[in-house]
């Protein structure tokens, strides 16, 4: 993960009886772990939405508040939150209500102290683990998935594939090209509970017409002059797993039929065979045409395109969200400065970026990033690292600057990071939860940011 900063562990512990307050306290201080203590519920319901709390101790008969109500809202707000129960009124029915409403652990009064230290440890160990997944499942996700970006339009999409994911639910990703449609459907894959098994892509318009049907069926051998053996096609390869058909319009009419019969009967018969060949493979199409039209022109087959279309996300184009531009550019370069140096992107550079049109859209915007730090070696990108294409654009057509993200113009690529998160935390009054979805990152990803950024 390349940390290397040390965190304390903090316990809040939420109890009534100022006794027991200071008796856990010293036993939580003898841990090592930081402590903040609280007498009343809503007191410690502020020290949880304030302050970076890493495990609760709730006492569960509070003046002002029950503390199952209490669990309920802490576990609603920050539901990764580990809180251990402590009561002196031990049911097995209380006991079953706290696990449900997700207590971590539960213990009654007299305690044995280690009993409550080994508890708490153990929590702690198990959760720190959860956020340790939690963190490069956020990472692995990231890397394969290039949706970087705080629109409204991103936001929206991120939200509809956390959805669809968990689903076999076919789904159709429309948008011009270069705009991030295999992204996405490797995104739903990673998501997925398909994603140990292979993602398949398909690039249509890349496979001769000839071919079309033995590298979506296989083939057996003899099938036909050069079949020299039997072979697996596309959506054998994609069993289990998931098959990403790319530029879908470009599937010749003649194969549409076949093609949909595999959808929705998941078999299909290799060519040169009679033997029925079944599989589980999930379908992700993608195009960047007018699908309609192509339906209305006799192109494609109309119970194809609504076999496809059970879920449709349209990816719209860069130049409809502008104020995804910053957050891009300094993702890319993030992300290439392992190979390339780069400490940063002048103003002037972003200006120019964020008023350029993009019709090759995020991949254009991708490709000028890597090119203009191959041009700029050290020190931070100008604006004459750029193409001439864009600076003659702007220059020429005088689009006017957007005045959205200007405070992510220039700087370093970690200076811009804590930025976005500053800002997010601003948008969100400080709640992290909804300020970790608005930047499309797991909470526990935001904390570790907080914590290296000391924010």
């Not at 519920?41 to 304030?50: D, M, R």
């Not at 990472?139 to 968990?166: C, F, H, N, T, W």
């Not at 020190?379 to 993200?405: C, F, K, M, Q, W």
Request: with cysteine.
């Amino acid at each position: 993960m390349g940390c290397d900063i040390v965190l304390v562990p903090k316990v809040l512990i939420i109890d009534d009886e100022e006794d027991m307050c200071w008796a856990l306290a010293k036993a939580m201080h003898q841990e090592g772990y930081d402590v903040s203590t609280a007498t009343r519920g809503k007191e410690g319901l502020a020290i949880v939405q304030t302050e970076n709390i890493s495990l609760v101790l709730l006492d569960l008969k509070l003046p002002d508040i029950d503390g199952i109500e209490l669990l309920k809202t802490i576990k609603n707000t920050q539901p990764q939150l580990p809180v251990i129960m402590v009561t002196g009124f031990g049911t097995l029915e209380i006991a079953i209500s706290a696990i449900k409403e997700g207590a971590s652990g539960y213990i009654t009064k007299p305690f044995d102290i280690h009993e409550l230290k080994l508890m708490v440890r153990r929590t702690l160990e198990i959760n720190h683990l959860l956020q340790e997944v939690d963190f490069l499942r956020s990472e692995l996700i990231k890397d394969y998935q290039d949706l970087a970006g705080i629109s409204s339009p991103i936001r929206r999409i991120r939200q509809l594939m956390a959805k669809v994911a968990p689903t076999n639910a076919t789904v159709l990703l429309t948008g011009e090209s270069g705009t991030g449609k295999e992204v996405v459907a490797v995104g739903i894959h990673r998501l997925s509970p398909r994603r140990k098994n292979s993602f398949i892509p398909v690039h249509c318009p890349a496979l001769p017409e000839h071919l079309f049907e033995s590298e979506l069926f296989g083939h057996e051998k003899g099938a036909f002059t050069g079949a020299a053996g039997r072979r697996m096609g596309r959506f054998e390869l994609a069993h289990r797993g998931t098959l990403f058909l790319d530029e879908i319009t470009e599937i010749p009419l003649s194969l549409q039929a076949k093609l949909l019969r595999a959808i929705e009967d998941k078999s299909f018969e290799r060519l040169g065979s009679e033997k029925t060949v079944r599989v589980d493979t999930r379908i992700i199409a993608a195009t960047n045409r007018d699908i309609l039209k192509a339906v209305s022109e006799g192109k494609f087959r109309e119970d194809l395109y609504y076999r496809l279309n059970v879920i449709t996300i349209h990816l719209p184009p860069l130049r409809e969200r502008r104020e995804d531009i910053p957050v891009l550019s300094f993702h890319f370069l993030k992300k290439m400065t392992p190979t390339y140096r780069c400490s940063g992107i002048s103003e002037e550079a972003l200006a120019l970026l964020r008023r350029y049109d993009w019709p090759g859209n995020v991949r254009e915007l991708q490709n000028v990033i890597e090119r203009a730090l191959i041009l700029c070696q050290d020190g931070e990108i100008s604006a004459h690292h750029l193409p001439r294409e864009i600076t003659d654009h702007v220059y020429a057509t005088g689009i006017p600057e957007p005045s959205s993200n200007k405070e992510f113009a220039t700087g370093s690529l970690n200076e811009a990071e804590k930025r976005l998160i500053e800002k997010a935390l601003t948008q969100t009054g400080g709640n992290r939860t909804k300020a970790a979805a608005l930047l499309g990152i797991t909470r526990s990803a935001l904390l570790y940011r907080i914590h290296k950024y000391q924010l």
